[in-house]
C-alpha cells in the first residue's frame, strides 16, 4: 500500500525548482522532508564540481542521479565521437559528487531515419558500458514521447529502451521510467513487467500532463493536475521491483515564475496525494 504520510522516498530534480542555486534548493528540500535529490548538471555550474559535491556530501539528501547525459547520434563520426567523449566527462562528474546514476536524453537528428538514430543510440551506449562500470555508474535509458522523435530522443517507447538493454546485456545499463512520456503507451504494464525481469528499472520519474497543453516543453503539471494516473503506473513500477527513490521532475514556466518554497510545499501535498 502507498503511504499518504511518508516522504522517505520524495527525491526532487534540481530542475523542477530551477531558480533556486544548488545550496538553497538543498535547504529547501530539506526543509519539506525530501530524502532525495536528482542534480541537473547546469546545477553544479556555478560552484564547480569540487564544492558542489562537497555541499552534496554534507547535505543530508541522498544523490539519486545526475542529469542528463545522451544526445549521441550524430551526422557525422566527428559529432558522434564528440558525443561520446561528452558522455565521459559527464561519467566522470557523476563519480565526482556521488550520483550512482546518469539518466539519458538519447537524442536525435533531424532528418535522420529513426531506425540509424536508434543504432547511433545502441553502439554509443555499448561503447560507454565499460567506462561507466568502472567507476561504479548506472546508465539509465529515458524514452521520451514521441512528439520528442524529431529532435531531441529516437527512443520513444519503454519496449524500445528495453531491446537496447537487451542488446547490450551489460548490468549498468538499464531504464529511467518518467510517466510523463510513457503514460500513453498501450505496452507500458507489459514492458514495465519485462524490465522488472530484467532488473533493470533504474529510477522513476513523476510529473502529470495538462489538458489542454500550452507548451510542448516547459508546461508539466503538477502529480493530480492532469490526466496521467500515476498510481496505476507506480504500482506496475514497484510489482515489477522498483523500491527506489520517486523522482519529482517539472519543467514549467509557470511554476519557476512562482515562490519556491510554497511551490516545494505544493510538491510534498502533490506527491502524498497523487504520487
Known amino acids: 500500500m502507498i503511504s499518504t504520510t511518508n516522504l522517505s522516498r520524495l527525491c526532487i530534480h534540481t530542475i523542477t525548482t530551477k531558480p533556486l542555486a544548488l545550496p538553497e534548493a538543498i535547504a529547501a ?26 555541499r552534496l556530501a554534507g547535505s543530508g539528501l541522498r544523490v539519486v ?28 562528474e557523476a ?22 538514430g536508434r543504432k547511433q543510440i545502441g553502439d554509443a551506449i555499448s561503447q560507454l558500458a565499460p567506462y561507466a562500470a568502472e567507476r561504479n555508474i548506472k546508465l539509465g535509458i529515458e524514452p521520451l514521447h514521441p512528439m520528442y522523435a524529431g529532435d531531441r530522443s529516437a527512443i520513444n517507447t519503454l519496449g524500445q529502451a528495453n531491446d537496447i538493454v537487451e542488446r547490450i546485456g551489460a548490468k549498468n545499463i538499464g531504464i529511467t521510467i518518467d510517466v510523463y512520456h510513457l503514460w500513453w503507451d498501450e505496452r507500458l504494464e507489459t514492458e514495465v513487467a519485462r524490465a522488472g525481469k530484467a532488473g533493470s528499472i533504474f529510477s522513476f520519474h513523476v510529473c502529470d500532463w495538462r489538458c489542454p497543453m ?43 515564475a512562482a515562490d519556491q518554497k510554497k511551490f516545494l510545499q505544493k510538491i510534498k501535498t502533490a506527491y502524498l496525494e497523487h504520487a
Open 29 to 54: 528540500y530539506r526543509e519539506i522532508g525530501a530524502a532525495g535529490i536528482t542534480v541537473w548538471r547546469d546545477a553544479l555550474a556555478p560552484l564547480g564540481i569540487a564544492e558542489s559535491a562537497r
Open 65 to 92: 542521479s545526475l542529469c542528463r547525459g545522451g544526445f549521441f547520434p550524430g551526422a557525422s563520426a566527428a559529432d558522434r565521437q564528440k558525443a561520446i567523449d561528452e558522455n565521459r566527462r559527464i561519467i566522470d
Open 95 to 116: 563519480a565526482a559528487i556521488g550520483a550512482p546514476l546518469i539518466v539519458l536524453v538519447c537524442g536525435a537528428v533531424p532528418g535522420m531515419p529513426l531506425a540509424e
Open 214 to 256: 500550452r507548451d510542448l516543453l516547459n508546461d508539466r503539471a503538477l502529480m493530480g493536475q492532469g490526466v496521467i494516473d500515476i498510481r496505476q503506473i507506480r504500482n506496475w513500477v514497484e510489482a515489477a521491483g522498483f523500491n527506489g527513490m520517486i523522482e519529482v521532475e517539472i519543467f514549467s514556466t509557470e511554476w519557476w
